[in-house]
């Protein structure tokens, strides 16, 4: 079974540039995660997928950051445009169900710089 | 809300030597516990979780963890380390199926 991936691994941008990230969930696995590290700190959770619609989206940080998942298969993050304080590990993860019953699947991350 | 909380930003322990990691939370109820690690380069690997039931709980490449409900910790323990397990360690915990909160994060490195 193929995990979940992540792309890109790694994006620089400029401020005030857009960057959209892409994870594509474990085949099959309808809740999709968000969350995001900034410099070491500690992991915070972005918003949550049921399929295509946002379950919970009290994580997202501001209007800069628009999260899709069309079709219910892989989701989008788009930042525009991108500040400073953007920078950071953006994680994405899968499970089956809700994390309290079935393990939660990560993706390697992706690691943005914003300049 | 809840919150998790690991006293130990990093850790060093000598190889063939025990491990105990901290990690104390904060819920209203008792929530459902997860250990995380995260190598180099790598994405966050479920290590062990508690959910209800034995207090002592055991997970992947020989860790265990105690829930301690009167201290609300759910630290993780190996008797013996691996150079392998240098690593990032997270704790995390989740409200009767909702997202994730997690630590701030233990990272370990083994001294040969």
């Known amino acids: 079974e193929a995990g979940v991936t992540q792309f890109p691994s790694h994006s620089v941008i400029e401020k005030g540039q857009t960057v959209t990230l892409r994870c594509d969930p474990i085949?099959?696995?309808?809740?999709l995660y968000w969350y995001r590290r900034v410099m070491g700190k500690e992991i915070k959770f972005l918003l949550h997928?049921?399929?295509?619609?946002?379950?919970?989206e009290s994580g997202m940080p501001n209007n800069r950051f628009l999260a899709e998942r069309t079709g219910g298969t892989y989701s989008t993050l788009k930042v525009q445009p991108a500040e400073l304080e953007d920078s950071g590990v953006y994680f994405c993860?899968?499970?089956?169900?809700?994390?309290?019953?079935?393990?939660?699947?990560f993706g390697n991350g992706t690691r943005l710089t914003v300049t | 809300a809840q919150s998790v909380t690991q006293p130990d930003i990093h850790i060093t322990v000598s190889e063939g030597a025990s491990l105990e990691l901290r990690c104390n939370y904060s819920?209203?109820?008792?929530?459902?516990l997860f250990w995380y690690v995260q190598s180099p380069g790598q994405g966050l690997q479920l290590l062990l979780k508690?959910?209800?039931?034995?207090?002592l709980v055991q997970g992947i490449k020989g860790f265990e963890a105690e829930f301690k409900r009167s201290q609300s910790s759910f630290n993780l323990r190996k008797p013996s380390v691996h150079w392998s397990d240098a690593a990032e360690y997270f704790c995390?915990?989740?409200?009767?199926?909702?997202?994730?909160?997690f630590g701030s994060g233990t990272r370990l490195q083994v001294q040969p």
């Open positions: 993860a899968s499970s089956q169900d809700p994390p309290g019953r079935s393990p939660l699947h």
């Open positions: 085949s099959g696995h309808d809740n």
């Open positions: 997928f049921v399929k295509e619609s946002k379950q919970d």
């Open positions: 819920y209203g109820a008792t929530p459902y």
């Open positions: 508690y959910f209800s039931g034995d207090t």
């Open positions: 995390a915990v989740a409200p009767g199926g909702g997202a994730l909160t």
